[in-house]
């Protein structure tokens, strides 16, 4: 090698200058400044991990800034103690062979007497065979090799590789939150949103949640509040059908719609009568906006009118706001001229102002309808029209009075052969078809 190994806190400076001299020491170039065997170096490696802490051995090179400046600080200066010469050096200097006669110290085959200048210098250090400085390269290569994976796996699969998501980071400021991320070693990522409850600038949710275990190399992402959204209120709700209301309110950004109906006279029945907010208000978009619809004026009661004459049924129906229609038809129960039923039935409801159609009897099929009280011209098309012919007798139609009776009665059947007639003064005759006059 011709030049020394960068430092490696030029790459990772928060590791400091323990692993500095572990990583000089290990590829000197000098021989003899690299440790002499495994063991040795061995021994070092677990005196420089020794002296870095283990918070700052938690941090992987890309995550920044470290823990805490103590720390980093405390990493940096620590001085790691180098182990005595003897320990680095590739073999200890050995003491010459003793001649019998010499003089200690003196050049081997110097008589005792004699002492040359050069006798007192110390003797040149045996050189290390070949072999020994290869093996010792190999060791090296191996051991920096270890460390180097070691670290990977560490930083990258192991124990370093994940941290715990810190606690406090939901509803603390944007700020504080990614400091607390970074300083756990995380890479904060964050979103914006409208929320209604939270204020603008605090975090509204954190994933990983709190507390819970994450790769650190993976972001971490924040959701901060960007205060309440607001919308105008749309003008004129009141009066618009309800169709039209909720979708002007989903045009302003209101979504959240409740519609309820009432019975009521002040508005259309389909129209919205009250709503929760004011025209032109600004409101939050989650606003829960409430709407009332008329349904119409309340529901009436028929009465019950069945079995009774058939005006005093309309003027029951009509007391309660009801308009009247009549139709006739024959009935075998219900004598002629009282009420056979109602549509709607009595004792429904129907809006006020509704039609009631009363159904009058005309009795038994065949029999005489009730005509009493009519004028002739509609007495004669009634009989007519339930297959009666029929005479007027008297002079009664001259002064439109009206009939008085029938002959036979109302209800009563005519036999073949047998004469109706009908009149006020005078007696005006039905006859049924096929029924011979007399």
């Known amino acids: 090698m011709n030049n020394d190994v960068p430092p490696v806190s030029a790459f990772a400076g928060h590791l400091g200058r323990p692993l500095d001299q572990l990583v000089r020491g290990l590829t000197a170039r000098d021989p003899d400044q690299r440790p002499a065997d495994a063991v040795v170096a061995l021994?070092?490696?677990?005196t420089t991990f020794r002296q870095i802490p283990n918070e700052v051995l938690d941090i992987p090179a890309k995550a920044a800034p470290p823990p805490s400046a103590s720390a980093v600080k405390a990493a940096r200066t620590a001085v790691v103690e180098r182990p005595q010469a003897g320990r680095w050096a590739a073999r200890q200097t050995r003491p010459p062979?003793?001649?019998?006669?010499?003089?200690?110290?003196?050049?081997p085959g110097a008589v005792a007497g004699t002492m040359p200048a050069s006798a007192t210098a110390q003797p040149p250090?045996?050189?290390?065979?070949?072999?020994?400085?290869?093996?010792?390269?190999?060791?090296?290569?191996?051991?920096?090799?270890?460390?180097?994976?070691?670290?990977w796996w560490y930083t990258e699969r192991?124990?370093?590789a994940y941290g715990v998501?810190?606690?406090?980071?939901v509803g603390a400021t944007a700020e504080r939150a990614e400091e607390a991320l970074t300083e756990a070693g995380f890479t904060p990522s964050s979103t914006e949103e409208y929320d209604s409850d939270v204020p603008e600038g605090q975090v509204i949710s954190v994933r990983?949640?709190?507390?819970?275990r994450a790769e650190r190399d993976q972001p971490v992402r924040l959701v901060v509040s960007l205060g309440e959204q607001l919308a105008q209120v749309p003008a004129g709700l009141v009066g618009m059908s309800e169709d039209d209301a909720v979708a002007a309110l989903d045009d302003a950004g209101l979504a959240d719609v409740e519609v309820s109906r009432e019975y009521t006279d002040d508005g259309p029945e389909g129209t919205v009568i009250w709503a929760s907010v004011r025209d032109g208000d600004e409101v939050p978009t989650d606003e829960h906006v409430r709407l009332t619809v008329s349904d119409g004026p309340a529901p009436v009661t028929v009465p019950e009118v069945a079995g009774t004459s058939a005006d005093e049924a309309e003027a029951a129906l009509r007391a309660e706001g009801f308009e009247v229609t009549r139709e006739e038809r024959f009935d075998e129960q219900t004598p002629a001229g009282a009420v056979v039923s109602t549509q709607p039935a009595g004792g429904k409801g129907a809006a006020r102002g509704s039609t009631v159609t009363v159904v009058v009897s005309r009795g038994p099929e065949g029999a005489v309808p009730d005509v009493v009280g009519m004028s002739v011209e509609e007495a004669t098309a009634v009989l007519e029209e339930s297959g009666y012919t029929v005479s007027v007798r008297g002079f009664g139609e001259l002064f439109g009075e009206g009939v008085q009776e029938t002959d036979p009665a109302a209800g009563e059947r005519l036999e073949r052969g047998v004469r109706s007639r009908s009149g006020r003064?005078?007696?005006?005759?039905?006859?049924?078809?096929?029924?011979e006059p007399y």
């Open 165 to 169: 998501v810190p606690g406090g980071v």
């Open 43 to 46: 021994d070092v490696l677990r």
């Open 97 to 107: 062979a003793t001649v019998p006669g010499a003089v200690p110290g003196a050049v």
């Open 208 to 212: 990983p949640d709190e507390g819970s």
């Open 158 to 160: 192991g124990p370093g």
């Open 125 to 151: 250090a045996p050189s290390v065979p070949q072999r020994s400085r290869r093996g010792g390269k190999i060791l090296l290569v191996l051991a920096l090799v270890a460390v180097l994976l070691g670290a």
């Open 425 to 435: 003064t005078e007696r005006c005759w039905a006859v049924p078809s096929g029924a």
